[in-house]
């Protein structure tokens, strides 16, 4: 694909990508927060209007001030984790097309590079898939394994004692998780497929 400042394209796509990391990690650390307080009146709809009104506003949620993370000391490789778990799909992105065509492999790994060099990582490995993996499915045509909360939920099993706890507050985080992920993946998939569209240079 062709844009007409390559840089600054890649830029503003990779900090789209890990602005959106961010704010799904304050959602959590929100859910976390008031679910402690009294879950029984959280409003998780309420939540999710707000976070997903523009994923990239990173202080959405701090009006109140309600984003405690979680005390384990695990908790801090979320972020790189969400972005990594992100950023391995800039594939899909494939199928946009443009006059100018489509993002090539060599720049979807340009991005992918400067998204791991913002911080993004697989701590131990814990997100299965790869871009080299999702990559081949979409040059296959094979659909992309839909995206979802189970690798965090597994990295809250070994990692993250205080959430593996079976209180009320943690049934209702991952719960909430369930539907967090999937809808903050869509919006972003869809934010970056217009701002792909408004960057190339047609």
């Known amino acids: 694909m062709k844009f007409e400042d390559e840089s ?29 307080k009294d879950f029984y009146n959280t409003s998780i709809r309420e939540i999710l209007k707000i976070s997903l009104k523009d994923i990239t506003n990173t202080k959405a ?21 969400v972005v990594y778990s992100f950023a391995i799909r800039l594939p899909e992105l494939k199928y946009i097309k443009t006059s100018g065509g ?27 898939e790869d871009l080299g993996y999702i990559n ?4 296959k045509k094979k659909p992309v394994p839909v995206y979802d909360a189970d690798w965090f939920k597994s990295y809250i099993m ?26 903050f993946y869509e919006s972003l998939m869809e934010r970056l497929g217009i701002l792909v569209c408004s960057l190339a240079d047609y």
């Open 158 to 183: 070994n990692f993250l004692p205080s959430l593996r706890e079976f209180t009320n507050a943690n049934m209702f985080l991952l719960g909430s998780c369930d539907i967090l992920f999937t809808l």
């Open 102 to 128: 489509t993002l090539t492999d060599k720049q979807i790994k340009d991005i992918f590079d400067l998204i791991s060099a913002k911080g993004a990582a697989n701590y131990g490995g814990v997100i299965e």
């Open 136 to 139: 081949k499915l979409v040059k």
């Open 61 to 81: 949620l701090f009006a109140d001030g309600e984003t405690k993370a979680p005390k384990d000391a695990g908790f801090e490789r979320v972020l790189p984790l």
């Open 8 to 36: 600054t394209a890649y830029e503003l796509i990779s900090e789209t990508v890990v602005k959106a990391g961010i704010s799904l990690v304050n959602a959590i650390k929100y859910i976390h927060a008031v679910s402690e």
